[in-house]
T-cell receptor
Framework: NAGVTQTPKFQVLKTGQSMTLQCAQD?????MSWYRQDPGMGLRLIHY???????DQGEVPNGYNVSRSTTEDFPLRLLSAAPSQTSVYFC??????????????FGSGTRLTVV | SQKIEQNSEALNIQEGKTATLTCNYTNYSPAYLQWYRQDPGRGPVFLLLIRENEKEKRKERLKVTFDTTLKQSLFHITASQPADSATYLCARTNAGKSTFGDGTTLTVKP
C-alpha cells in the first residue's frame, strides 16, 4: 500500500517554463487536494477535488490548473512558472470520515524552485 | 471567507507538563476540525479529528475539544516528551475542502 505518491521530489524551473506535478493515490479516496507551503508558513489550498471529473479552486489557484480524470490521479500543472511559485507542494487525499476518524494522507512533497 | 487561526507561533514547555494549543475559526462552524503533526522536511501526519457535534475526543496522551460557541478548538498533549517537539497544524473542513492554520511549533525541553 503506497499511499500518496508525488513526483518529482525536487525540480528547478526557469521562469516561464511549464510543468506538471504528479500525484497518485492507491487508497480509493474520493477527495484530493493540492497545497503549497512556503517557509515558516502553513498550508495554502491551491485546488481540490471531491471526485473524478470534479475540481474546484482553493485559496491560491492563480497560475495553476488541475484535472481529475480518474479517482487515483490528480496532477497539478504550472502554466508559466514564476519565482513566486517557489515552494513545497503537497498532495493529499482522504475519504469522508463517515463514522470513523479519517484525516488526510499527505504525500512527501515536491520541492520546486523557479529561477 | 473561512479563516482559521492558531494563536501562537511557538510554544516552549518543560517535559512532563501539558501542552495546550489553540485554534480559532471565523464564520460558520466547520463540519469537523482536524489536527496534524508536521516534522521538518516532512508532510503533515493526521492525529485527531473532532466533529461539530462532539465536545471532546481523546487518543492516548492527546485530547482535542471543540467549542462552537467560542469558535475554538483546543489540542492538549499530556505528559509531554521531547519527542513531541514538532509543528502542529489545525484544519477546518467543509464539503471536502480543508483549510489549514499556520501552525504552532512546540518545543518540549528535557
Amino acid at each position: 500500500n503506497a499511499g500518496v505518491t508525488q513526483t518529482p521530489k525536487f525540480q528547478v524551473l526557469k521562469t516561464g517554463q511549464s510543468m506538471t506535478l504528479q500525484c497518485a493515490q492507491d487508497m480509493n479516496h474520493e477527495y484530493m487536494s493540492w497545497y503549497r507551503q512556503d517557509p515558516g508558513m502553513g498550508l495554502r489550498l491551491i485546488h481540490y477535488s471531491v471526485g473524478a471529473g470534479i475540481t474546484d479552486q482553493g485559496e491560491v489557484p492563480n497560475g495553476y490548473n488541475v484535472s481529475r480524470s480518474t479517482t487515483e490521479d490528480f496532477p497539478l500543472r504550472l502554466l508559466s512558472a514564476a519565482p513566486s511559485q517557489t515552494s513545497v507542494y503537497f498532495c493529499a487525499s482522504t475519504n469522508l470520515p463517515a463514522g470513523r476518524d479519517y484525516g488526510y494522507t499527505f504525500g512527501s512533497g515536491t520541492r520546486l524552485t523557479v529561477v | 471567507s473561512q479563516k482559521i487561526e492558531q494563536n501562537s507561533e511557538a510554544l516552549n514547555i518543560q517535559e512532563g507538563k501539558t501542552a495546550t494549543l489553540t485554534c480559532n475559526y471565523t464564520n460558520y462552524s466547520p463540519a469537523y476540525l482536524q489536527w496534524y503533526r508536521q516534522d521538518p522536511g516532512r508532510g503533515p501526519v493526521f492525529l485527531l479529528l473532532i466533529r461539530e457535534n462532539e465536545k471532546e475526543k481523546r487518543k492516548e496522551r492527546l485530547k482535542v475539544t471543540f467549542d462552537t460557541t467560542l469558535k475554538q478548538s483546543l489540542f492538549h498533549i499530556t505528559a509531554s516528551q521531547p519527542a513531541d517537539s514538532a509543528t502542529y497544524l489545525c484544519a477546518r473542513t467543509n464539503a471536502g475542502k480543508s483549510t489549514f492554520g499556520d501552525g504552532t511549533t512546540l518545543t518540549v525541553k528535557p
